[in-house]
Protein backbone atom coordinates (compact mmCIF):
# COMPACT_ATOMS: atom_id res chain seq x y z
CA UNK A 1 0.00 0.00 0.00
CA UNK A 2 2.40 2.61 0.70
CA UNK A 3 3.81 1.74 -2.45
CA UNK A 4 1.33 2.91 -3.89
CA UNK A 5 0.41 5.86 -2.46
CA UNK A 6 3.91 7.13 -2.78
CA UNK A 7 3.90 6.60 -6.69
CA UNK A 8 1.21 8.10 -7.02
CA UNK A 9 2.02 10.94 -5.13
CA UNK A 10 5.54 11.29 -7.49
CA UNK A 11 3.14 10.83 -10.63
CA UNK A 12 0.59 14.23 -9.14
CA UNK A 13 3.69 16.44 -9.16
CA UNK A 14 4.48 15.17 -12.69
CA UNK A 15 1.61 15.94 -13.98
CA UNK A 16 1.06 19.06 -12.55
CA UNK A 17 4.05 20.92 -14.99
CA UNK A 18 2.47 19.07 -17.88
CA UNK A 19 -1.14 20.73 -16.90
CA UNK A 20 0.38 23.63 -16.04
CA UNK A 21 2.21 24.38 -19.14
CA UNK A 22 -0.76 22.57 -21.82
CA UNK A 23 -2.30 26.00 -21.27
CA UNK A 24 -0.40 28.02 -23.36
CA UNK A 25 -0.64 29.57 -26.75
CA UNK A 26 1.66 32.21 -29.07
CA UNK A 27 2.10 34.70 -26.06
CA UNK A 28 4.22 32.94 -23.50
CA UNK A 29 3.51 34.12 -19.90
CA UNK A 30 6.18 35.82 -18.08
CA UNK A 31 6.25 33.00 -15.26
CA UNK A 32 7.41 30.31 -17.79
CA UNK A 33 10.87 30.20 -18.54
CA UNK A 34 12.31 31.03 -21.95
CA UNK A 35 13.41 27.45 -23.03
CA UNK A 36 10.30 25.73 -22.45
CA UNK A 37 8.70 24.00 -25.18
CA UNK A 38 4.73 25.64 -25.14
CA UNK A 39 1.67 24.38 -27.61
CA UNK A 40 -1.21 26.40 -29.23
CA UNK A 41 -4.63 25.18 -28.05
CA UNK A 42 -5.58 25.35 -32.06
CA UNK A 43 -2.59 23.01 -33.15
CA UNK A 44 -4.45 20.19 -34.95
CA UNK A 45 -1.52 17.59 -33.46
CA UNK A 46 -1.90 18.90 -29.93
CA UNK A 47 -1.46 16.07 -28.52
CA UNK A 48 1.33 15.28 -29.84
CA UNK A 49 3.08 18.79 -28.90
CA UNK A 50 2.03 17.93 -25.34
CA UNK A 51 4.11 15.13 -25.58
CA UNK A 52 7.14 17.16 -26.77
CA UNK A 53 6.23 19.88 -24.05
CA UNK A 54 6.86 17.04 -21.49
CA UNK A 55 10.36 16.24 -23.30
CA UNK A 56 11.21 19.44 -23.28
CA UNK A 57 9.86 19.65 -19.12
CA UNK A 58 12.26 16.02 -17.74
CA UNK A 59 15.72 17.61 -17.97
CA UNK A 60 14.50 20.14 -15.18
CA UNK A 61 12.45 17.83 -13.07
CA UNK A 62 15.34 17.28 -10.32
CA UNK A 63 15.01 21.26 -9.92
CA UNK A 64 11.96 22.22 -10.16
CA UNK A 65 10.43 24.83 -11.95
CA UNK A 66 9.87 27.44 -9.02
CA UNK A 67 8.46 30.15 -11.63
CA UNK A 68 5.09 28.07 -11.95
CA UNK A 69 5.22 26.64 -8.30
CA UNK A 70 6.60 23.23 -8.84
CA UNK A 71 9.44 21.60 -6.47
CA UNK A 72 12.07 19.77 -7.29
CA UNK A 73 11.40 16.04 -8.01
CA UNK A 74 13.62 13.98 -8.37
CA UNK A 75 14.53 13.21 -5.40
CA UNK A 76 11.26 14.44 -4.59
CA UNK A 77 11.25 14.21 -0.51
CA UNK A 78 8.13 14.18 1.45
CA UNK A 79 7.86 15.44 4.60
CA UNK A 80 4.74 13.45 5.45
CA UNK A 81 2.75 11.01 3.99
CA UNK A 82 -0.89 9.95 5.59
CA UNK A 83 -1.63 6.25 4.73
CA UNK A 84 -4.57 5.99 7.07
CA UNK A 85 -5.25 7.53 10.19
CA UNK A 86 -7.61 7.45 12.73
CA UNK A 87 -10.32 10.37 13.80
CA UNK A 88 -11.24 11.43 17.32
CA UNK A 89 -10.52 8.81 19.74
CA UNK A 90 -9.30 6.17 17.33
CA UNK A 91 -5.24 5.44 17.78
CA UNK A 92 -5.12 3.75 14.30
CA UNK A 93 -2.50 5.26 11.69
CA UNK A 94 0.04 4.61 9.34
CA UNK A 95 2.16 7.66 8.45
CA UNK A 96 5.48 7.97 6.61
CA UNK A 97 8.18 10.97 7.17
CA UNK A 98 10.64 12.36 5.19
CA UNK A 99 10.44 10.13 1.99
CA UNK A 100 12.75 9.86 -0.42
CA UNK A 101 11.48 8.82 -3.73
CA UNK A 102 13.92 8.71 -6.61
CA UNK A 103 13.65 7.59 -10.72
CA UNK A 104 10.92 10.04 -11.22
CA UNK A 105 12.71 11.72 -14.01
CA UNK A 106 12.80 8.24 -15.96
CA UNK A 107 8.95 8.17 -16.83
CA UNK A 108 7.78 7.50 -19.74
CA UNK A 109 3.94 9.23 -21.55
CA UNK A 110 2.15 6.29 -22.84
CA UNK A 111 -0.30 9.37 -23.83
CA UNK A 112 -1.57 12.66 -23.68
CA UNK A 113 -5.04 13.92 -24.43
CA UNK A 114 -6.40 17.41 -24.35
CA UNK A 115 -9.65 19.24 -25.06
CA UNK A 116 -8.98 22.51 -23.86
CA UNK A 117 -12.26 24.14 -24.84
CA UNK A 118 -13.96 22.20 -22.44
CA UNK A 119 -10.95 22.23 -20.29
CA UNK A 120 -10.42 18.24 -19.46
CA UNK A 121 -6.89 16.71 -19.83
CA UNK A 122 -6.46 13.10 -19.38
CA UNK A 123 -2.96 11.28 -19.22
CA UNK A 124 -0.93 8.41 -18.92
CA UNK A 125 2.36 7.73 -17.58
CA UNK A 126 4.59 4.83 -16.58
CA UNK A 127 7.36 4.42 -14.54
CA UNK A 128 9.59 1.80 -14.87
CA UNK A 129 11.77 2.35 -11.29
CA UNK A 130 10.74 3.91 -8.33
CA UNK A 131 12.91 3.53 -5.16
CA UNK A 132 11.86 4.96 -1.69
CA UNK A 133 13.39 5.45 1.98
CA UNK A 134 12.19 7.29 5.08
CA UNK A 135 10.55 6.45 8.47
CA UNK A 136 7.15 5.25 9.26
CA UNK A 137 4.79 5.66 12.37
CA UNK A 138 2.13 2.95 12.31
CA UNK A 139 -0.31 1.24 14.66
CA UNK A 140 -2.41 -1.22 13.15
CA UNK A 141 -2.94 -5.02 12.24
CA UNK A 142 -1.89 -6.74 9.24
CA UNK A 143 -3.69 -10.26 8.74
CA UNK A 144 -4.78 -9.93 12.90
CA UNK A 145 -1.57 -9.15 13.77
CA UNK A 146 -1.09 -6.19 16.22
CA UNK A 147 1.23 -4.14 14.53
CA UNK A 148 2.86 -0.64 16.12
CA UNK A 149 6.35 0.70 15.99
CA UNK A 150 8.27 3.36 14.18
CA UNK A 151 11.61 3.46 12.11
CA UNK A 152 12.91 3.42 8.93
CA UNK A 153 12.24 1.82 5.95
CA UNK A 154 12.68 1.49 2.41
CA UNK A 155 11.57 0.12 -0.84
CA UNK A 156 10.79 -0.18 -4.38
CA UNK A 157 8.23 -0.64 -6.88
CA UNK A 158 8.77 -1.36 -10.79
CA UNK A 159 6.16 -1.07 -14.14
CA UNK A 160 4.09 1.37 -12.17
CA UNK A 161 1.14 3.03 -14.90
CA UNK A 162 -0.90 5.95 -13.63
CA UNK A 163 -3.55 7.74 -15.37
CA UNK A 164 -5.32 10.68 -14.72
CA UNK A 165 -8.63 12.67 -16.01
CA UNK A 166 -8.85 16.51 -14.63
CA UNK A 167 -11.52 18.54 -15.46
CA UNK A 168 -12.09 22.58 -14.80
CA UNK A 169 -13.58 25.47 -14.92
CA UNK A 170 -13.32 29.32 -15.94
CA UNK A 171 -13.13 31.73 -12.66
CA UNK A 172 -12.47 35.31 -12.39
CA UNK A 173 -10.14 37.02 -9.86
CA UNK A 174 -9.83 40.97 -9.58
CA UNK A 175 -10.77 41.00 -13.27
CA UNK A 176 -8.59 38.54 -14.55
CA UNK A 177 -9.75 34.87 -15.85
CA UNK A 178 -8.02 31.71 -14.45
CA UNK A 179 -8.72 28.18 -14.65
CA UNK A 180 -10.22 26.47 -11.30
CA UNK A 181 -10.08 22.13 -12.05
CA UNK A 182 -12.88 21.05 -9.83
CA UNK A 183 -12.18 17.54 -10.56
CA UNK A 184 -9.37 14.47 -10.75
CA UNK A 185 -9.72 11.12 -11.42
CA UNK A 186 -6.68 9.11 -11.02
CA UNK A 187 -5.98 5.30 -11.51
CA UNK A 188 -2.45 3.44 -9.84
CA UNK A 189 -1.88 0.16 -11.00
CA UNK A 190 1.99 -1.59 -10.27
CA UNK A 191 3.10 -4.67 -11.42
CA UNK A 192 5.28 -5.60 -8.39
CA UNK A 193 6.95 -4.04 -5.04
CA UNK A 194 9.09 -4.49 -2.06
CA UNK A 195 9.26 -3.01 1.23
CA UNK A 196 11.51 -3.59 4.17
CA UNK A 197 11.06 -2.07 7.55
CA UNK A 198 12.81 -1.97 10.48
CA UNK A 199 12.30 -1.71 14.26
CA UNK A 200 8.78 -2.68 14.12
CA UNK A 201 9.64 -5.33 16.86
CA UNK A 202 12.18 -5.69 19.31
CA UNK A 203 13.40 -9.17 18.36
CA UNK A 204 15.32 -8.98 14.85
CA UNK A 205 13.64 -12.84 13.53
CA UNK A 206 10.31 -11.33 14.46
CA UNK A 207 10.79 -8.13 12.22
CA UNK A 208 12.50 -10.36 9.64
CA UNK A 209 9.18 -12.62 9.78
CA UNK A 210 6.55 -9.95 9.72
CA UNK A 211 8.87 -8.32 6.57
CA UNK A 212 8.66 -11.72 4.92
CA UNK A 213 4.49 -11.76 5.03
CA UNK A 214 4.51 -7.98 3.96
CA UNK A 215 5.55 -9.22 0.70
CA UNK A 216 3.94 -12.04 0.56
CA UNK A 217 0.80 -10.89 1.04
CA UNK A 218 1.35 -7.62 -1.03
CA UNK A 219 -0.90 -8.24 -3.85
CA UNK A 220 -3.38 -8.91 -1.81
CA UNK A 221 -2.58 -5.69 -0.04
CA UNK A 222 -2.12 -3.82 -3.15
CA UNK A 223 -6.24 -4.97 -4.30
CA UNK A 224 -7.37 -3.97 -1.23
CA UNK A 225 -5.49 -0.26 -0.93
CA UNK A 226 -6.36 0.86 -4.43
CA UNK A 227 -9.67 2.24 -4.16
CA UNK A 228 -8.29 4.50 -1.48
CA UNK A 229 -5.16 4.87 -3.03
CA UNK A 230 -6.91 6.24 -5.86
CA UNK A 231 -9.27 8.72 -4.28
CA UNK A 232 -6.47 10.05 -2.21
CA UNK A 233 -4.11 10.67 -4.81
CA UNK A 234 -7.11 12.69 -6.54
CA UNK A 235 -7.63 14.94 -4.17
CA UNK A 236 -3.77 15.36 -3.67
CA UNK A 237 -3.69 15.93 -7.50
CA UNK A 238 -6.40 18.39 -7.54
CA UNK A 239 -4.79 20.55 -4.89
CA UNK A 240 -1.09 20.68 -6.42
CA UNK A 241 -3.14 21.51 -9.82
CA UNK A 242 -4.85 24.32 -8.73
CA UNK A 243 -1.95 25.98 -7.20
CA UNK A 244 -0.15 26.24 -10.58
CA UNK A 245 -3.33 27.25 -12.00
CA UNK A 246 -3.78 29.62 -10.01
CA UNK A 247 -0.31 31.36 -10.69
CA UNK A 248 -1.23 31.27 -14.72
CA UNK A 249 -4.05 33.50 -15.50
CA UNK A 250 -6.19 32.73 -19.10
CA UNK A 251 -6.00 36.16 -20.29
CA UNK A 252 -1.87 35.67 -19.96
CA UNK A 253 -0.94 33.11 -21.41
CA UNK A 254 -3.65 33.56 -24.63
CA UNK A 255 -3.62 37.72 -24.70
Not at 94 to 111: C, E, F, Q, R, W
Not at 138 to 155: C, E, L, S, T, Y
Not at 190 to 210: G, H, T
Amino acid sequence: MCTQYFSSRSFILLFCVILGLSLAQCKRSSKIPDDIHLCKKDDPELNKCLEELFESVRPKLSQGIPEIGLPPMDPLILKEVVIFRGGTGQNMRAVGHDIKITGISNLKINYIKADVENLEISVGVHFPYLRYEGQYDVNARFVNIPVKGKGPMRGNATEVDAQAILKGKFVEVNGEKFVEFTSATVDVDVKDYSVRVEKLFPDKQLNDAINVLINDRKMQSMATAKPIVNKVAGSMMLEMVNRIAKNLSFDEVFA
